[in-house]
């Protein structure tokens, strides 16, 4: 898979691609981790259950850089993919994503460039995330590259439906039977009603929690 042309930040091979892109998702996550730690410092409580990172493969890069009619260039993917590196952050509750999501928006070295939330404004298929794309400074020997990252923050239960219903996606392309499609809403609702079930319980443990006897 070869992708041609370098683009203004000097980028010009999958190799330098490679390198940035994981430059940056290293940086987003040792954020991440040193925010879980001040909170198990100070507040006693992990906000983040766990992290998941990758960067896109060359192959699907080209197929969705075809199917916005693009050629296959390194300038094309840089400009127009905007995730090619991905990281989730995966939280226990629905109040830990915009807490997360605001200490990511105030680093001064992260520039928030679009915000997608599929919490407040959940997709037809029941789908809910909030979803980040930013740029954060990549530090090379002759230069700084201003990179990508999707963000995408969610709670577990939402990370367990998500993770369903993109193997169903594959599974029929695209496809699937409508009982499928339909079974997948009734979830995306029981997973929603779930997660505020939990959240609820969580807040009276820690009113609780405070009251002195």
């Known amino acids: 898979m ?6 203004d930040d000097g980028i ?12 940056a998702l290293k940086q987003i996550e040792t954020k991440m981790s040193i925010l879980n730690e ?7 409580y992990n906000p983040i259950e766990h992290i998941k ?5 060359p192959e699907s890069i080209v197929k969705k850089l075809k ?4 050629e296959s260039t390194i300038d094309n993917m840089i400009k127009h993919i905007n995730d090619i ?15 997360i999501a605001d200490v990511i928006s105030e680093q001064r070295d992260i520039k928030v460039i679009a915000v997608k939330d599929y919490i407040t404004y959940p997709k037809a298929s029941g789908y809910k995330s909030y ?16 990179t990508k990252v999707e963000v995408q923050i969610r709670t577990v239960a939402m990370d367990f439906w998500a993770s369903l219903e993109h193997k169903i996606h594959y599974k029929f392309e695209g496809d699937a039977p409508e009982h499928i499609r339909n079974g997948l809403v009734e979830c995306a609702k029981m997973v929603s009603d779930l997660d505020a079930r939990m959240l609820s319980l969580n807040e009276e443990i820690s009113a609780l929690s405070h009251v002195k006897v």
């Open 2 to 7: 070869e992708f041609k042309i370098e683009n």
């Open 12 to 23: 010009d091979s999958w190799k330098e691609v490679t390198l940035v892109y994981s430059a």
């Open 38 to 44: 001040e909170f198990q410092h100070v507040h006693r």
């Open 53 to 57: 990172a990758r960067i896109k493969t």
């Open 67 to 70: 199917r916005h009619g693009y």
């Open 85 to 99: 590196a991905g990281i989730r952050i995966i939280c226990s509750f629905t109040s830990d994503i915009y807490r």
């Open 131 to 146: 979803h980040m794309i930013v740029t954060v400074p990549v530090c090379l020997s002759d230069r700084t590259v201003d």
